[in-house]
């Protein structure tokens, strides 16, 4: 059973130009996270999905951040116009559609390291 | 609202001496507490959690925690620290749905 997949592991981009990150969940996970690490610091919530529904974007910037999930495919985290600042590294879990109560384990991919130039 | 301070930042101890990484939690309800150890560029691997079953909690490569209600406290420690602990560590308490909220991490150093 593979674990969370993520890619591409290093993504370079200039500013202005869009960041496509794609997660693909553990198999039978049907719930996905989208969490950022930047420098020096620790994971901080953007967005939960669940299949073509966006549960939870309290923790996404207003603006040119996105996020989709959709019947089929990987999720999907986009980043428009990138800017220097958002240089950091995103992690996606996911966790299993049984449990979503505190408790519930989720499982990490190894994360997209963004570096924009 | 749910959330944990990890009370140090860096941690360095000597190969086979305890470590001890410390993390007080807030929570409106009785939470769920987890940690977990990120190494240098890979993800993150769950070490254990404390869902409310025994205060103190096993995890893998020898680590355990104490839950302590009174104190507010889930401290994390091994008995004999080996080279291959180094990393960064993260106490995190779980939300209402699984929202998991992070510490902002310990980095652990290991000297031989």
């Known amino acids: 059973n593979a674990g969370v997949m993520q890619n591409p592991r290093h993504l370079v981009r200039r500013r202005g130009q869009e960041a496509r990150l794609r997660c693909s969940p553990m198999?039978?996970?049907?719930?996905v996270y989208w969490y950022r690490q930047l420098p020096e610091e620790g994971l901080k919530f953007m967005v939960y999905?669940?299949?073509?529904?966006?549960?939870?974007e309290s923790g996404m910037p207003k603006e040119r951040f996105s996020a989709e999930f959709p019947k089929e495919g990987p999720s999907i985290l986009r980043i428009q116009q990138v800017v220097r600042g958002d240089s950091a590294a995103y992690f996606c879990?996911?966790?299993?559609?049984?449990?979503?109560?505190?408790?519930?384990?989720?499982?990490f991919g190894q994360g997209t390291r963004l570096t924009v130039v | 609202a749910q959330s944990v301070t990890q009370l140090d930042s860096h941690v360095s101890v000597s190969e086979g001496t305890p470590v001890l990484l410390r993390c007080n939690y807030s929570?409106?309800?009785?939470?769920?507490l987890f940690w977990y150890v990120q190494h240098p560029n890979k993800g993150l691997q769950l070490l254990l959690k404390?869902?409310?079953?025994?205060?103190l909690v096993k995890g893998i490569n020898g680590f355990e925690a104490e839950f302590k209600k009174s104190e507010t406290s889930f401290h994390l420690t091994k008995p004999s620290a080996h080279m291959s602990d180094a990393a960064e560590y993260f106490c995190?308490?779980?939300?209402?749905?699984?929202?998991?909220?992070f510490g902002a991490g310990t980095q652990v150093v290991v000297t031989p």
């Open positions: 879990a996911s966790s299993p559609p049984s449990g979503t109560g505190p408790g519930t384990e989720a499982f």
């Open positions: 198999k039978g996970h049907s719930h």
């Open positions: 999905l669940q299949k073509e529904n966006i549960i939870d």
């Open positions: 929570s409106s309800y009785s939470p769920s």
């Open positions: 404390y869902t409310s079953a025994a205060t």
């Open positions: 995190v308490v779980s939300g209402s749905w699984g929202k998991l909220q």
